[in-house]
């Protein structure tokens, strides 16, 4: 049997199609298929598939169903098996805990490798926490891992992991064009009663302790008493939805504030939002910031994780210290009252995306690292009677 390209899997384990799945698809759709043959496998608890195999299936990805009972199915490490034989699988790729818990014990006595993507960790409950500890642990067994940011990496490397098994690989957005920039179907002012002429904040993220709803609300409520004409707008679902409605009550009723639930394509509706706003304790690389600059919108957001990476103070974007809803305020309102501004940091974070955070430069660093892990674990591919090494499959 000829097998001339590594075949990797990735496995995810996802309870909403968010930013982390889209990269994976967006990585699936660049990488070279003349070196790469791809599978995106993922668990179906209960025999239900879920967004990210259809998004798969829907753009032509080969994908793998894992079946299993409920998330604590411990026989999912034989199906896990089962699919990288039936797939032939030289690279298993794993994201988050349950994929990188589960992964490890299933790559054990085969030849296939395992890569795990690190981009951070939740604070749900203890029980996640617990689970984050247990995956801390194991990342410190593997031999490859990849790091969304710098920052990142160096949380890796302070958990006792050396770095020389850490590969940064930054997350990547497509730059829209310009005719992208007109209104996504989803009108936000329509649809929530919204003013039309007035200035529109929002944030995005995962409604957990460490993404700082609670600070964005406490800025918001210092705002609206002094901007009549400012709405702000929270996106996502999580644990903290209920205490996050009964923090801002008052804004609710007096329809300053809307927490809207996780929107579809999201992004899309970037233009029509006047600043974006970031207040987490800790982050890997948010996405939104890069989808909010690559349609030049403004951005403020706390200095965390690899977010100096991509906003440089007074130049792509506003940094505040974390924790500090007064900071933040200040820095909105800086920006509410001067749009020249708002137009300038917006321009320059689009150019800094367009130059550093390409799916084109992205794919070009997994495919060496790919490359790499096969040559270090195995040395090379077998096709037909001859072996072909994974630097002659570069050079084709």
């Known amino acids: 049997m000829r097998k001339d390209r590594l075949r990797i899997m990735h496995l995810v384990a996802c309870d909403l199609f968010g930013g982390p799945e889209k ?23 209960g025999g239900r598939e879920n967004e990210f195999l259809r998004q798969a299936k829907g753009r032509g990805i080969k994908t793998s169903a894992i079946w299993t009972k409920n998330a604590y199915d411990l026989s999912s490490v034989r199906r896990i098996r089962r699919a990288l034989t039936e797939n032939s699988v030289d690279l298993l790729c794993t994201h988050t805990y349950r994929p990188n818990i589960l992964g490890f014990f299933a790559v054990r006595g085969t030849e296939v490798d395992q890569i795990a993507f690190s981009r951070g960790w939740t604070r749900d ?36 992991i050396p770095g020389k098994r850490v590969t940064v690989i930054p997350n990547a957005v497509e730059l829209p064009s310009l005719t992208d920039f007109e209104a996504h179907d989803l009108n936000l002012r329509q649809e929530y009663n919204l003013p039309l002429d007035c200035k529109l904040i929002a944030t995005c993220g995962r409604l957990s302790p460490e993404k700082g709803h609670s600070v964005f609300l406490s800025m918001a409520t210092v705002l609206q008493r002094e901007f009549d004409n400012v709405r702000f707008l929270l996106v996502g679902e999580g644990p903290q939805r209920k205490r996050l409605e009964s923090l801002g009550k008052a804004l609710i009723q007096s329809r300053k504030l809307i927490l809207a639930g ?4 999201f992004s899309q509706c970037l233009p029509q939002v006047d600043i974006l706003v970031n207040a987490s304790f800790s982050e890997g690389m948010p996405n939104v910031i890069l989808e909010a600059l690559s349609f030049a919108r403004a951005v403020v ?13 007074r130049k792509t974007g506003l940094l505040v210290e974390a924790g500090n809803a007064a900071k933040l305020a200040d820095r909105v309102s800086e920006l509410l009252k001067n749009p020249g501004l708002r137009k300038d940091l917006g321009k320059a974070g689009r150019e800094f995306v367009a130059g550093h955070h390409s799916f084109s430069a992205q794919a070009e660093r997994l495919k060496e690292l790919y490359l ?25």
């Open 23 to 45: 990269q994976i698809l967006r990585q699936a759709e660049h990488l070279d298929s003349t070196l790469f043959e791809l599978t995106l496998a993922s668990f179906t608890d």
């Open 125 to 160: 409950n203890l029980k996640v926490e617990f689970y984050h500890w247990l995956d801390k642990r194991f990342l410190r067994k593997l031999r490859h891992i990849v790091a969304v940011s710098e920052a990142k990496k160096l949380e890796l490397v302070g958990l006792g």
């Open 262 to 265: 996780f929107i579809p394509n």
């Open 301 to 313: 957001a706390t200095d965390v994780g690899g977010v100096r990476e991509i906003i440089e103070d």
């Open 372 to 396: 790499k892990v096969a040559d270090v674990g195995k040395g090379s591919l077998l096709k037909g009677n001859r072996t072909v090494s994974t630097v002659e499959l570069q050079r084709r």
